[in-house]
């Protein structure tokens, strides 16, 4: 039973494409998370959302819009791919916003040529 | 400003010492919480420790101990006991309460090679 999931596992493709990645948690947790990962593995918040509303919206550029149809679920849309957003993304989900721990999922390794 | 710092790049220890990550913070927060992450080559992010700002003891959890010292506002991670499997990236996080929106964010991580 994977906790947190994302797909797709790797995202392959070109400059100026719009893309989405999905995130789905089975854990019952109420704030999920879109965190980038850079190549120097540097981890940024991205984007929050407790109970599907969004709390945290970090200085990221207009192309990237989240969408939480329920409170499993938070998904990550792309528009206007640059070679700069090259990066994993990984989704993550806590009980609350709150101090708890967050569980993260296997990450998306996204590649814009 | 840095509100997490890790200030060890790479460290390497030998197989069944303990080893000690730096990590310090700033806040001007009272209620905060701090974390610590392993990210093994695989790339999956695990959650390790959690450390409340109002908690008098230091965290424990198997053979990771997180050395807590308020005043010096550091959350080193300790682990006893190395294995090869521990080699990984060690991320040290923190948490913020009201005026930080209940951001998490992490410092820039040590790499930690367990010799054989």
């Known amino acids: 039973d994977t906790a947190v999931s994302q797909t797709p596992k790797y995202l392959v493709t070109q400059m100026g494409n719009d893309k989405s990645i999905k995130c789905e948690q089975n854990?019952?947790?109420?704030?999920m998370y879109w965190y980038k990962q850079d190549s120097k593995k540097f981890l940024k918040i991205m984007f929050s959302y407790n109970n599907k509303e969004l709390i945290i919206n970090e200085t990221v550029p207009n192309r990237f819009s989240p969408k939480s149809p329920d409170k499993a679920h938070l998904n990550l849309h792309i528009n206007s791919l640059e070679l700069g957003d090259s990066a994993v993304y990984f989704c993550?989900?806590?009980?609350?916003?709150?101090?708890?721990?967050?569980?993260f999922g296997p990450g998306t390794r996204l590649t814009v040529l | 400003a840095q509100k997490i710092t890790q200030t060890q790049p790479g460290m390497f220890v030998q197989e069944k010492e303990a080893v000690t990550l730096d990590c310090t913070y700033d806040?001007?927060?009272?209620?905060?919480?701090l974390f610590w992450y392993k990210q093994p080559s695989s790339g999956e992010m695990i959650f390790l420790i959690y450390?409340?700002?109002?908690?008098?003891q230091n965290a424990t959890e198997g053979r990771y101990s997180l050395n807590f010292q308020k005043a010096r506002k550091s959350a080193n991670l300790v682990i006893s006991a190395s294995q090869l499997g521990d080699s990984a990236m060690y991320f040290c996080?923190?948490?913020?309460?009201?005026?930080?929106?209940?951001?998490?964010?992490f410092g820039a991580g040590t790499r930690l090679f367990v010799k054989a």
């Open positions: 806040t001007s927060d009272q209620s905060y919480g």
């Open positions: 450390q409340g700002s109002y908690d008098e």
């Open positions: 993550a989900s806590s009980r609350d916003r709150a101090y708890n721990e967050q569980f």
């Open positions: 854990l019952g947790h109420d704030t």
């Open positions: 996080a923190m948490r913020e309460g009201g005026t930080g929106g209940f951001k998490t964010i």
